[in-house]
């Protein structure tokens, strides 16, 4: 007479062992010729997944529930630009009149910044390579201080020249743009690019 005790899986007769370990197989987990063996998870990878679903609970409840922490690198990213939009900039911070500086440091100034950045295109001594003559009369966006300096801060795209305002301090743009109008202008250059733009006596 069989009784519900000849179906419970875990009686010792059940189960077949593995010939090495005498430990217990499991049955119908077989693959390639490997069998299984009934091991207990160790208690400290237990422990880390009852953790894991402890820590799945908290970050639920945290950011979806109560929404406490930013979960999207979006809403991260708005935050950060609305402080920096709080935030005066360098350029804005910089106040000082646009006025032709004249004195033997501001020029030696202009003169290293056009060296380091602006000869590259005008050559060293202005006479103009991919850029135009520095060094004529004739002026494509105008001849004024204010109008050097606007090319000089905004670049003019369309033929290749980048705004450096946010590459060289408005101080230093007004020293390269005074060393223009105060030593290059009406200087001779070995191989003076033609002219381009309009004539400004």
């Given at each position: 007479?069989t ?29 390639d ?23 799945a ?11 406490s ?34 004195d ?18 005008h ?9 135009p ?19 000089i ?26 060393y ?9 250059p ?12």
């Amino acid at each position: 007479m069989t009784t519900e005790k000849d179906f419970l899986p875990n009686r010792e007769e059940d189960y077949e062992n593995d010939t090495l370990t005498n430990k217990h197989l499991l049955a119908e987990h077989e693959y390639d010729g490997i069998r299984e063996l009934d091991n207990k998870m160790p208690f400290w990878l237990r422990w880390l997944f009852y953790l894991s679903i402890l820590f799945a609970i908290v970050y639920l409840v945290r950011f979806f529930i109560f929404k406490s922490e930013d979960l999207y690198q979006l809403a991260e990213y708005n935050k950060e630009v609305a402080k920096a939009g709080e935030r005066p900039s360098a350029a804005g911070s910089e106040t000082f009149e646009i006025v032709l500086l004249e004195d033997d440091a501001s020029l030696a100034s202009g003169k290293e910044t056009w060296e380091k950045t602006c000869a590259v295109c005008h050559m060293a001594d202005g006479g103009g390579l991919v850029g135009p003559n520095m060094t004529d009369k004739y002026w494509i966006h105008g001849n004024t201080l204010e109008d050097i300096m606007n090319v000089i801060s905004n670049g003019v795209i369309e033929k290749g020249m980048i705004p450096y305002k946010d590459q060289i301090s408005a101080q230093k743009r007004l020293e390269v743009a005074s060393y223009i109008l105060a030593r290059l202008q009406g200087s001779t250059p070995a191989n003076p690019k033609e002219p381009q733009g309009d004539l400004y006596e």
